[in-house]
């Protein structure tokens, strides 16, 4: 399988407690993104990577939210001390960045659900 | 900052209409137009993608256009097919300093019966 994969596809906790999701992109895509999502609503920009360097970062990415991209391969988005407002789909996305008309392929999600 | 508005909200048809989904955005100034297709629980699945040079783009039975000076963009699905039934979210990639942030609409829900 070559598309973008996430994990875990669901996860459930409890407030307070940190949670860390990791997307997997296609593998010769070098931009890899985070988005947020919740019911009704389009996705919301959180992050995205080139390569291992973090370019952009959102509002909405607290100071307790961490997005890592080692290697510029797999990410990881990290959410510490969650609250019941963190609970939402995250999506994680790629592209081959090639000036900037490249679509995006985007993940199944981690569906986050906070107690 | 850029806002994107779909309309309608919703909307139910009969099978074999052909259907026309609007987005609209508030700053002209966009690098692209994207339109993606969403089902139940799942991520986004690109269709289309319009340059800012470009007024459409076509695949299959779908066509988008796009009217930056009206900030516009239409999307016609022709013969419509319970299968295309689906949350259609359309988005702007703006000229912003690093090309990455997409701006989405809520989307509008497709639903096509038999």
């Known amino acids: 399988d070559t598309g973008v994969s996430q994990d875990p596809r669901h996860k459930i906790t409890k407030r307070g407690q940190n949670v860390t999701f990791r997307c997997d992109p296609i593998?010769?895509?070098?931009?890899l993104y985070w988005y947020r999502q919740t019911l009704g609503q389009g996705p919301e920009f959180l992050t995205y990577?080139?390569?291992?360097?973090?370019?952009?970062k959102s509002r909405l990415l607290s100071d307790r939210f961490s997005a890592e991209r080692p290697k510029g391969s797999f990410s990881t988005l990290e959410i510490q001390r969650t609250e019941q407002g963190d609970s939402a789909m995250y999506l994680c996305?790629?592209?081959?960045?090639?000036?900037?008309?490249?679509?995006?392929?985007f993940g199944s999600g981690t569906q986050l659900s906070v107690l | 900052k850029q806002e994107v508005t779909q309309i309608p909200a919703a909307l139910s048809v009969p099978e074999g209409e052909n259907l026309v989904l609007n987005c609209s955005f508030t700053?002209?100034?966009?690098?692209?137009l994207q339109w993606f297709r969403q089902d139940p629980g799942k991520g986004l699945t690109s269709l289309l993608l319009?340059?800012?040079?470009?007024r459409e783009q076509t695949s299959g039975r779908l066509n988008a256009s796009l009217d930056k000076s009206s900030g516009r963009s239409t999307l016609y699905i022709a013969a419509s097919q319970p299968g295309d039934s689906a949350t259609y979210l359309c988005?702007?990639?703006?000229?912003?300093?690093?090309?990455?942030?997409?701006?989405f609409g809520r989307g509008t829900q497709l639903t096509v019966w038999p």
């Open positions: 988005a702007a990639l703006d000229r912003g300093s690093t090309l990455g942030r997409l701006y």
């Open positions: 996305a790629s592209s081959p960045y090639r000036g900037g008309n490249e679509k995006l392929f």
């Open positions: 319009i340059q800012s040079s470009q």
């Open positions: 593998s010769e895509h070098n931009r």
């Open positions: 990577f080139q390569n291992e360097a973090q370019l952009e």
């Open positions: 700053d002209s100034a966009i690098y692209n």
